[in-house]
């Protein structure tokens, strides 16, 4: 009996098993995406304000699913003067609109607003 006829019986057990018992994966999330161009005024304190309140968010809202951000570092001088980008993730558009007038999210809207010369903001359905 060739060594494949005899791992058949244990592949197929173990690629049920996955099948079975794997934790559900949401065919997709929805990614808020928001780009800032600080205005020159603003100080690398300012700034720093900012992200510290951002980040603080997915601790005060629990529609947030995931949080990443960081700063440009593309050689392409694409960016229009945006800096910084945010990506936070919900699950549902429900979510999404829960968020938004939250009053967590609307006290850092109150935090970045003086410091904004553009915001970028699009949200889309990813595919994890």
């Known amino acids: 009996m060739s060594s494949l006829r005899r791992c058949l019986p244990l592949l197929l057990l173990a690629s049920l098993t996955m099948t079975t018992f794997a934790a559900p994966v949401p065919d997709r999330v929805l990614r808020h995406v928001v780009l800032f161009q600080f205005k020159d005024s603003s100080s690398p304190a300012d700034i720093e304000t900012i992200v510290k309140a951002f980040r603080g968010l997915p601790e005060k809202i629990p529609q947030i699913k995931d ?60 595919q994890p």
Do not use: I, M, N
């Open 67 to 126: 949080f990443e951000w960081g700063t440009d570092v593309s050689p392409e001088g694409l960016a229009q003067g945006f800096t910084h980008c945010f990506l936070v993730t919900f699950a549902s558009e429900a979510d999404r609109d829960a968020y938004l007038p939250h009053p967590a999210h609307q006290a850092f809207v109150s935090v970045v607003g003086p410091h904004v010369e553009k915001v970028c903001v699009v949200d889309f359905w990813g």
